[in-house]
């Protein structure tokens, strides 16, 4: 059974980095036809899509994002990351990663909340 | 940019109700980037129904999606304890998603 396992922070202060991490396990990451997400959704709101990656590192960002944003994979890991610059409260959110096969997500990490904070 | 909406916000409902949640989008789009998702407190979203009308596996059959052009319908025949959640749909296209705000779907 494929897993997803988001790692990183918790806790951020304005202007620093947010780092995390999706480890998969159960399958692999390099497998045909599939790509990989993040989605955020902030407390007591809706899901945002926040970036997609393949494995042959081709990247896709939400413009309203796109400028601090970066997502990368490592195969050798069976993982992708996501960074995001410059970090204000309403960055504050869980965020997920996922898997995109056949234009769905059907495989969903628990999500790893973030909060933004001084 | 294409926007999606949902209706109701929220809808209140019995156990055995049937009931329909509606998303519309700004302008039309394909059935095949349409999927719809349940989320309960503290989870994340489930996949229930993918390219508009197809069932995920292992998702009860008291669950159907339809729709086409603008305007998509999720569908729950018969209310059960363990539907009460907010819906979410989603329209995928060029590689980008956009959400729908949701339907939370309470107890009457």
């Not at chain 1, 959110?93 to 628990?110: F, H, P």
């Not at chain 2, 998509?72 to 980008?96: G, K």
């Not at chain 2, 956009?98 to 009457?108: L, Y």
Request: hydrophobic share 30%.
């Amino acid at each position: 059974q494929l897993q997803l396992q988001e790692s990183g922070p918790g806790l951020l202060k304005p202007s620093e980095t947010l780092s995390l991490t999706c480890t998969v396990s159960g399958g692999s990451i390099s497998r045909s036809g599939v790509y990989w997400c993040w989605i955020r959704q902030p407390p007591g709101k809706g899901l945002e899509w926040v970036a997609t990656i393949h494995y042959s590192g081709s990247t896709y960002y939400n413009p309203s994002l796109k400028s601090r944003v970066t997502i990368s994979v490592d195969t050798s890991k069976n993982q992708f990351s996501l960074k995001l610059r410059s970090v204000t409260a309403a960055d504050t959110s869980v965020y997920y990663c996922a898997r995109i096969y056949g234009a769905s997500l059907d495989y969903w990490g628990q999500g790893s909340l973030v909060t933004v904070s001084s | 940019d294409i926007q999606m909406t949902q209706s109701p916000s929220t809808l209140s409902a019995s156990v055995g109700d049937r009931v329909t949640l509606t998303c519309r989008a700004s302008q039309s789009i394909s059935s095949s980037g349409v999927a719809w998702y349940q989320q309960k407190p503290g989870k994340a979203p489930k996949l229930l129904i993918y390219k508009a009308s197809n069932l995920e596996s292992g998702v009860p059959s008291r669950f159907s999606g339809s729709g086409s052009g603008t305007d998509f319908t999720l569908t729950i025949s018969s209310l059960q304890p363990e539907d009460f959640a907010t819906y979410y749909c989603h329209q995928y296209n060029s590689f980008l998603f956009t959400f729908g705000p949701g339907t939370k779907v309470d107890i009457k």
